[in-house]
């Protein structure tokens, strides 16, 4: 009975341990909102698109003409007898409004690229922020799998206490032989040990989710437990729905646009500037009659620029973007080819998870009504011990399967859903 009782005051210190009051108790949706808080990899990404969205600002208003003021304040010193009265101050103010006219649309195709640029971190958020929804949600469900597992095998070590105590008051009248006796001893001390194991397990999964979520604390999470997966509704995706679908479409446009850039470098180029200033000589101080009137002045600049000969310089560049183009379709290509495949693949785990789930469901009514049946039997003497443990074990074991089955299927719901880009309708976020 020593290693009996060993394995029973080490189950007890684990279990209060994984049973110990952290602070508060985190249900499923909060555990979801504290990810999206305290995510740093997520706070990134809402950075990088506030910074694509002014860069687009930025692009679309080089189209815009620029307004400057300016001011300038000189002082001058003449050594010379033959101006006595030089006045060394002198100062001058200036309104220019200049607008770039016509550049071979390089302004129109840097702004486009940065709309296109902004469009993709916009995605790169919506999927990111997906992404780490579905990863919570999924640790959400180990943690909660394992937690029943430990509940699961709690219950089983209490039914063969149950046997391995009547067993032993028979055993001690001499009613059963000392084989029965040390076969439900062992069972109970196996038993034992994988609650041990599972409750090792379950506080891994506790310290895993805690991470996920970006806690620094020690809080204890509200296990899922009432389960209706065989009704679930599962998202039949379309691989272009997905992000990385059209992300690669976006992606492969701005390719696009760079190599049409860099080809133009080869065409003459033809540049359309002007500007329209209005000074204002001396506004502060003393004036010079007739010499400080305010003016007007309008200047139009247009440049032609061809490259001639620069020894192969631009082809090549030019090659060199249109090779970087091409590999960015072979790049945007084999993204969707993963997604397709990467799809079909959960689809076909989703058809065989449901079958298990039902064939499991089949098992487990079987396993009950076979332990029960046995188990009147044993009682009646017309059953064996070995029978009868076997059958224990193999309804606790078709509990743990069914368990485990219905949250692989919502972890599969969760990865359809962010393909489909529906996540917060699945896991139910407002």
Sequence with gaps: MIETERLALIITVLLALANFAHGEAIDFHAALQRALDKSPKYNSLVLTERNASLLESNGWSALLPSFDLNATHTYTQKNEPLHPSHYPWSNQAGL???????????????????GLNRRIEALNLQSGRSRLLV???????????ANGGVELQKQQIEALRLQFHTIEGRYLRGLRNSRDFLRIKTQLQSAEIGLISQTLGLENARTALRTMIGEDGQPDFVPLVQLETPGLQFP????????????????????????ESLHRTEWPRLNLKSSYNYV?????????????????NFQAMV?????????GQTRRKIEVAENLRRIEDNTQAQTRLQVVQNLDSLQKQVTLGKSSLLLSEQILKSSESSFHSLNLGYLEGRVNYIDLVTA??????????????RFSLLKLRAELAHNEGTVDDVLKIH
């Design 96 to 114: 220019m409004i200049t607008e770039n006219l016509y550049d071979n649309g390089d302004t129109w195709r840097a702004a486009k690229i940065a």
């Design 135 to 145: 990863d919570v949600a999924k640790s959400f469900y180990d943690f909660s799998s």
């Design 236 to 259: 039949v995706v379309n691989a272009e729905n997905s992000y990385d679908v059209r992300i690669a479409n976006l992606r492969e446009s701005v390719a696009t646009l760079i190599y």
């Design 280 to 296: 204002q000589p001396q506004y502060f101080g003393g004036k010079n009659a007739g010499l400080d009137n305010p003016y007007w």
């Design 303 to 311: 440049t032609l620029d061809y490259h001639l000969w620069d020894w």
């Design 392 to 405: 224990l074990n193999d309804l606790y074991a078709s509990r743990s399967q069914n368990l485990n089955l």
